[in-house]
């Protein structure tokens, strides 16, 4: 096992809990969404600043090599992101109130939803452990990327939808 697993596990857990909290938080108090909903790109722009630090830190590993997966490897990554992040934006939806503003219609499966996404994480990285660290961690961020940028690309054309009607 890798030094730094135990770590990436502590850290999902640390985000799940956080992700659990803000919900529970957001549901008692519901909030419109504000911002014209420009508010959901900041996921999109935070993760592809955060992964090109990542990938400029991997490319300098002493003892690690960096080189870019396979084609069918990274296909394959976006793919996972693809259906991943699909399955999150069927999961997502938005209702206009009677003020005339449009809040996030809460979703009861969504816990399952992401503990499902951390459970196939998980089984990838048990399956793929042969695969060398960097390229892994290259295509685990792809994957995530993706992913986020499906749902909140959709998840924003959802918004804008909801917010003509």
Known sequence: M????????????????????????RSANPRP???????????????????????????????????LPAVWEIVCACLIGVVLGSVMLYHTGYEKREDGLVYSRP????????LAVIVIRIGLAQYFKNLDYVEFTFLTMLMAYVYVCIWRIGSF???RQTLAR
């Not at 770590?7 to 529970?24: C, D, E, K, P, T």
């Not at 009861?108 to 992401?114: E, H, P, Q, T």
């Open 157 to 159: 054309v959802k918004f």
């Open 2 to 25: 890798n030094n730094s697993q135990p770590y990436s596990y502590v850290f999902m857990i640390a985000i799940i809990l956080l992700v659990f909290w803000l919900r529970s938080r």
């Open 107 to 114: 979703n009861k499966n969504f816990k399952y939803v992401l």
């Open 33 to 67: 969404v504000k911002r014209n909903g420009y508010g959901m790109f900041i996921p999109v722009v935070l993760l592809l600043v955060a992964f090109c630090g990542t990938l400029a830190s991997l490319s300098h590993t002493p003892g690690q090599p960096f080189h």
